[in-house]
Each structure stands twice: as C-alpha cells, then as structure tokens.
C-alpha cells in the first residue's frame, strides 16, 4: 500500500485495504433507495464528486431478496497517487508477489494479477530471491509468463522488483558477488531479472536491504550507466531506516547526475509503527514515496480468529506463533472487534437498511 505521498487534488476517503471488486444493478440500488425514504445523493450514489479522478462507481451490491446487502460490502473506487517526487502515477494499492510460486500456482497467480488490474491496480512489486521452495528467481518467471499473454499487461503495469540476496542455486557452494549491491551484482541481477521477467525495463529498481560493505558512489555510478542503458527508470530502497535514505540521497545530490531514491518499502501497520520514528519523516524530507510491505501483519490484522472460528484457514509461520501467545490473542481479539463494531456502524449510517 502507498501511503505517501497524497497528491491528489481531491483525495477523498483513503482505501484501507484490498476490497475484492464486486458488480450491482444500479437501477434495483437506486429502487431500493427510493422505497427506504428517497434517491442517494450524488456522492452516495458514484462515491466520489465528479471532480475526483478514480477508476470505478462505488456503489453497494445487493442480494437477490433486494433486502440484504451482498456479503454486506461495496466497492471502493482505485486511488491513485504520484510515486514521492516523481511523476509516475501508482495506484494506492500494490500487488505483492512474494507467494507466488512456493504457494500459489501459476495459473492462480495469473488469475489474481488479472483480477488486479481489472480493479485498477497497477502496482505490482517482486524481488529477484522470490521463489523460496520453488526456486529463486520463480516468481518473477511467473510474472514474466504473465506479461508475455500480452493484452497491455505490460504496458499497464508498473512494475519494482529488489537485488539483494544471494541468487547462487540452492546447495551450491558461496562464491562472492553474487548477493549484495556491489556494481558488479546489481548489473547482473538486472540483466537476469530482464531475462525471468520477459521485458526491456524495470520501472522501479529496489535495493532490498543496506548493504554496509557497498559504498553509495558506487551503488549510484551503476544506476546511472543502467538508467541510460533504458534498463530501469528509478531506484528504490526497502527496509532502510531513515539516516540510511538521507545519506543515500545526499551522496545523489552531490554526484548531480543522479536522481536518487524514489521509493522506501517498509514494514508498516497498526501493529508495528517503528517506521514513524524516521523512516516516514526522512521520506517526507528527500520526497521519497512510502510503501508499506505487511499492511495486515502477516494476516493478523485480517480477521484470522474469525475465521479460525468459522473453519477458515489458520495464518501460518510468524503469525502462528503470535496467536499462541494469550497475549498477542487477547489484543488481536480486541482489535477484531472493535473493527467489526465500527464499520458496522458506518454501513448502518451511509446505507440505512445495512
């Protein structure tokens, strides 16, 4: 998810989370309306002002019985943002791939990535070591495939993967330069990303972690031969505390042919805020866009003791061992439900009848 920067003229509600994109019968909503007191403003009825620039109406589904809201949701329109100080405009919503592969088939993968972009997401993030069990690099031979069914998904995709790890095949011997961001290994990570990913460009090239070992001068003397090369269009970083974006972005400044960090990706959401300590002021000074990776918290954020009790699928790894914790159980209870108390008040207020 996008947080900031908010450029919009007119931003509206801020989306808080993936809403699956759901279809109504516009004449049967506004029926309804008029039987329970009247037809919905023009707000209610699009979700938006005409002035707002989004992607789709926002209207509520309704049951077949015409008295129930379906599955008691509605569809959110796409925000979209300019990405920090650049003028390439993402969608608030990004798409993150890191299952793809080790846990969702090929097929499915594709299946959500054209689910994704029908509901105007445009957004999609990888990172070259993605694969795990599947192999590294496998999940960006997925997108690749995705891309290569043509139809403008490349074209309407903005795309961000990450170098970092080491990408020598699993149960091979160390050998140096094949992790870390020396020049030699960003160049040659790009050049097996381009590869995996069947396309000419990487719109958005991500350091995935601090490399201590790696000075910045040289980091950006081999963005700038590969941003003239057409190979990426802007660099990023992903977990990087904040002195670590200032003196990245100072050395740019001072090199002058370099634009320097567009983007940070970090860990951020109500469960875990560190990032508001300097992360998000430091992008705010250098006009570095902030994407928040984990925006439910590996799921914990996402109803899982509602669903454990309805039978539903148990989070997994991090998430698992939080819940075994009476703890951690008792606040996640606690956050459920209250988050359910509130938007079930605020569907009572917008839809009367809800």
């Known amino acids: 998810m996008v947080l900031w920067p908010n450029r919009s003229a007119d931003p509206g509600p801020v989306s808080r989370g993936p809403v699956p994109r759901i279809d109504c019968d516009l004449e049967r909503h506004h029926t309804l309306c008029a039987r329970r007191g ?43 943002t300019q990405l920090g100080r650049t003028g390439l405009k993402v969608s608030r919503l990004v798409l993150g791939t890191m299952n793809f592969g080790p846990q969702t088939e090929e097929a499915d993968s594709h299946a959500i990535m054209d689910a994704a972009l029908e509901a105007g997401v445009n957004f999609v993030d990888t990172a070259n070591v993605y694969g795990q069990s599947a192999g590294k690099g496998r999940t960006e031979e997925i997108l690749g495939a995705w891309f290569a069914q043509g139809g403008g998904r490349r074209e309407k995709t903005v795309l961000a993967t990450r170098v970092y790890g080491d990408m020598l095949p699993d149960g091979s011997p160390e050998w140096p330069n094949y992790g870390r961001l020396s020049a030699l290994n960003i160049r040659r990570a790009v050049d097996a990303s381009l590869q995996r990913l069947r396309t000419d460009h990487i719109d958005i090239h991500q350091f995935h972690h601090v490399d201590r070992l790696t000075p910045f001068d040289e980091i950006w003397q081999v963005v700038d031969v590969l941003v003239q090369q057409g190979k990426i269009l802007y660099a990023g970083s992903s977990n990087f505390p904040g002195y670590k974006i200032a003196q990245a972005n100072e050395v740019a400044a001072r090199r002058g042919s370099t634009f320097g960090l567009v983007s940070e990706q970090c860990l951020y959401n109500l469960a875990e805020r560190r990032a508001e300590m300097d992360v998000i002021p430091a992008a705010q000074e250098y006009g570095v866009g902030v994407i928040a990776w984990s925006p439910l918290y590996g799921g914990m954020l996402g109803g899982v003791l509602k669903k454990e009790h309805k ?40 839809w009367p009848g809800c």
Do not use: K
């Not at 009247?38 to 209610?44: A, I, K, M, N, S």
């Not at 997994?316 to 009476?326: F, I, M």
């Open 311 to 350: 039978g539903g699928r148990r989070t997994g790894g991090h998430g698992a061992r939080l819940l075994n914790d009476p703890a951690v159980r008792g606040r996640v209870q606690a956050y459920e439900d209250c988050s359910t108390s509130t938007v079930s008040s605020r569907a009572r207020r917008r």
């Open 38 to 80: 009247g037809l919905p403003t023009e707000r209610q009825r699009f979700g938006h002002s005409r002035r707002d620039r989004r992607c789709s109406a926002a209207i509520p589904a309704w049951s077949a019985s015409g008295t129930e809201p379906l599955l008691r949701r509605w569809l959110i329109t796409m925000e979209y």
